[in-house]
């Protein structure tokens, strides 16, 4: 009953806050988005005030009172430094992609302050915490991270702006939302089962699908060698006068390898991240490879953008719910 209650009253402060503050790529705290409390020291710092008062009025020491109403105005000084503090604060963040699961993801943050801004501290619920001392009209960033991520799209959820600036008595934060997602690769993990490709007599795994020199597809330019053919030399970059460079060609060695998920493993997950393990040395290698997931096939290629496209197909593969056994 009590986790009932819990979790009604967050669904609540969340739609609340949806409301109040609805998700933006760029904020802006003023004083609709910041919320201010004392804190631990604070609530004491206001005990130590009220019985300060006590004491004054039971003995009519006027000392004593005079010394409550200072500590009280001191509170009341910090609850208007700790807004001026946040208010006018610019939040925002940049699109991240790439990261793989098992190791902690990092949100890039840019601050900016109208006016100086201190001991700014950022925090996404659940993870660790990082701060920054002092922000101004120049674009700061600060790189918060996110623990124990699991392949696909990542969404952290709203970020905590706090500060307890200058004295640490009153608490002043902001839950905001900046709409922020990330693509989460599987985790690479060894595998050492051999990646099924179609073979030629002599071919090798290890150079299958590999490019190697030839005359199918255009590689770049080198500079001239004593020697070569001169119909490879590029005559366009001579005249432009970048001195004589020849065409450099290459084309695949052998058959192109296949990447397949088996639709019977019994560790989706683990076998999802041995092809995403395969998909890193074969592009190291720069080999041709493609992939069959699912009924779905991406054609061999190679290079950045093929890598990219096949660890995406892999990271937003649907997930498959653990088999339950029989009962007995």
């Known amino acids: 009953m009590q986790n009932r209650g819990k979790q009604k009253l967050q669904q609540g402060w969340l739609k609340w806050l949806s409301r109040r503050l609805p998700a933006s790529k760029q904020i802006t705290l003023s004083h609709k988005s910041i919320f201010i409390l004392p804190s631990g020291f604070g609530i004491a710092w206001l005990v130590l005030v009220v019985l300060l008062f006590l004491l004054g009025t039971n003995y009519q020491n006027n000392l004593i009172m005079g010394l409550s109403f200072l500590l009280l105005s001191v509170f009341n000084t910090c609850i208007i430094y700790s807004y001026k503090n946040l208010a006018g604060l610019t939040l925002s963040s940049r699109q991240q992609s790439g990261h793989f699961a098992g190791s902690p993801i990092y949100y890039p943050i840019q601050l900016s302050s109208k006016r100086q801004a201190f001991e700014i501290q950022c925090q996404f619920k659940d993870q660790p915490l990082h701060s920054i001392k002092s922000v101004n009209n120049q674009q700061s960033q600060l790189l918060v991270t996110v623990d124990k991520v699991r392949r696909g799209i990542n969404r952290p959820g709203r970020l905590k702006v706090e500060s307890r600036y200058p004295l640490g008595l009153c608490r002043a934060w902001s839950n905001i939302d900046l709409d922020l997602s990330q693509l989460v690769f599987a985790e690479p993990i060894v595998d050492s089962n051999p990646v099924s490709f179609i073979s030629k007599p002599g071919d ?114 649907p997930r498959r719910s653990p088999a339950r056994r029989p009962r007995k």
């Not at 090798?204 to 770049?220: I, L, N, R, T, W």
């Open 204 to 317: 090798e795994q290890e150079h299958s699908g590999k490019y190697v020199s030839g005359v199918d597809e255009f590689k770049g330019l080198k500079e001239y060698q004593t020697g070569e053919p001169l119909k490879q030399v590029a005559w366009k970059q001579w005249a432009q006068g970048r001195g004589m460079l020849t065409k450099e060609f290459e084309q695949p060695h052998g058959a192109p390898m296949w990447l397949a998920l088996e639709d019977n493993a019994d560790d989706i997950e683990l076998a999802l991240s041995h092809l995403a393990w395969h998909t890193e040395q074969l592009s190291q290698n720069n080999q041709v490879f493609g992939l069959t997931l699912s009924g779905q096939s991406i054609p061999p290629a190679h290079g950045e953008k093929h890598r990219l496209h096949v660890q995406t197909q892999l990271a937003l593969f």
